[in-house]
């Protein structure tokens, strides 16, 4: 039954354009001028950070928990693949005891995965008899996983769990590869979208920026040296991670772990990102880090950190940008399972005291 438009409601529906009008001149200007800005809202200096001390990457914090051991995945997406464990006779209150099902089948030494996905109803109402559902499901190809659908209306809960040696991307720079292990249960967002950039085959627009060493102030381990100052120079190599032609949507916080050597981390909710060449313990929890680069590839990074560099000045902080920007892309690396020496990279490892 449809209602007649009167005169009240041509007014209104002229004001709403109106509004439209000025949200979306708004929002371009916004976007003008956050592109003219960019440099200098990512300024990543420690003074800068009390004011997001007090976010929280959302550790399952009262689960006992330690870093190293979330298990998170992405609302409202039904990835496929074959089922190895089927959901109708298997049930959990959670999606973190689905998840970690799915973990457990995936430790046995150093063989892929049996379980690499796994797939939960949670929602009481929705789900109705399905409610509790965890499927347990394996890829044929982890790095691009098959999704069903995804949307407000899918009831599925999905996420992945990339196991010793698996999940390991390059980052290609002309000065070597840096071999990058994602973290897809401590950040599925962040991890969904690398491996939208790793299907593209491209990144036009993907490079490194700015470029700050250890100075005197950390080791050649990321420890803090006692007494020295917490940086300039901040020990980081910074870029963005924005491929022309794709649209970018701002990525959630997600879990945000002490930064580590090593650490692969956005600034705020991304396409800018860095790689932390220390354990900035100072930094708090205030970044989303989905991955960290192999220990052994580190030394690329501290090769890019030694580059020539100008300083610049960003919201009061004196910042190093590299005198010429270094192109990067994300590509498939082949690696026989369990042939990389992970150490504490393989963040499923810890158990914790
Ligand atoms: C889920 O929770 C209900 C009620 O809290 C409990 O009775 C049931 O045993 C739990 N099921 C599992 C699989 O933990
Ligand atoms: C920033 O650089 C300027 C010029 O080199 C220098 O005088 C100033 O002390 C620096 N500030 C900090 C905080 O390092």
């Known amino acids: 039954m449809g209602r007649k438009p009167?005169?009240?409601?041509?007014?209104?529906?002229?004001?709403?354009?109106?509004?439209?009008?000025?949200?979306?001149?708004?929002?371009?200007?916004?976007?003008?001028?956050?592109?003219?800005?960019?440099?200098?809202?990512?300024?990543?200096?420690?003074?800068?950070?009390?004011?997001?001390?007090?976010?929280?990457?959302?550790w399952d914090e009262g689960l006992g928990l330690e870093e190293g051991e979330c298990c998170k995945g992405i609302d409202n997406l039904e990835l496929w693949g074959s089922a190895v464990k089927w959901g109708s006779e298997f049930k959990f209150n959670s999606s973190g005891d689905c998840c970690r099902a799915c973990k457990t089948m995936c430790s046995g030494g150093d063989g892929p995965c049996l379980c690499d996905t796994w797939v939960f109803c949670g929602n009481r109402e929705s789900c109705g008899p399905k409610f509790g559902e965890c499927w347990l499901k394996k890829q044929k190809d982890t790095l691009a996983p098959d999704s069903q659908d995804s949307g407000e209306k899918v009831i599925w809960t999905s996420g992945l769990i990339f196991g010793k040696g698996e999940g390991i991307v390059g980052l290609e720079t002309e000065y070597g590869i840096l071999h990058i292990k994602l973290f897809p249960d401590c950040a599925p967002h962040s991890v969904a979208y690398i491996l939208e950039l790793l299907g593209l085959h491209h990144c036009a627009g993907c490079q490194f920026y700015r470029a700050e060493s250890r100075g005197n102030s950390w080791d050649s381990e990321g420890n803090h040296i006692k007494d020295a100052p917490l940086g300039p120079p901040f020990a980081l190599i910074q870029g963005t991670l924005e491929a022309q032609g794709t649209t970018?949507?701002?990525?959630?916080?997600?879990?945000?772990?002490?930064?580590?050597?090593?650490?692969?981390?956005?600034?705020?909710?991304?396409?800018?990102?860095?790689?932390?060449?220390?354990?900035?313990?100072?930094?708090?929890?205030?970044?989303?880090?989905?991955?960290?680069?192999?220990?052994?590839?580190?030394?690329?990074?501290?090769?890019?950190?030694?580059?020539?560099?100008?300083?610049?000045?960003?919201?009061?902080?004196?910042?190093?940008?590299?005198?010429?920007?270094?192109?990067?892309?994300?590509?498939?690396?082949?690696?026989?399972?369990?042939?990389?020496?992970?150490?504490?990279?393989?963040?499923?490892?810890?158990n914790g005291s």
Not at 34 to 47: E, G, H, I
């Open 248 to 350: 970018f949507k701002n990525i959630p916080t997600e879990v945000c772990p002490t930064l580590r050597r090593g650490s692969v981390a956005w600034v705020g909710s991304g396409p800018e990102f860095f790689i932390s060449l220390a354990n900035h313990e100072e930094w708090k929890r205030a970044y989303t880090v989905f991955g960290s680069v192999l220990p052994e590839d580190m030394e690329i990074a501290e090769k890019i950190a030694q580059l020539p560099t100008k300083l610049d000045v960003w919201n009061n902080i004196n910042v190093s940008v590299l005198e010429n920007s270094i192109p990067l892309w994300f590509r498939r690396m082949k690696t026989s399972h369990g042939d990389l020496n992970l150490n504490r990279n393989a963040n499923s490892d810890s």
């Open 6 to 58: 009167n005169d009240s409601d041509a007014g209104r529906c002229a004001f709403l354009i109106l509004l439209l009008i000025g949200l979306v001149s708004c929002s371009l200007v916004y976007m003008c001028l956050s592109v003219a800005l960019r440099p200098s809202n990512v300024s990543l200096d420690s003074r800068s950070f009390s004011a997001i001390d007090e976010v929280k990457g959302g």
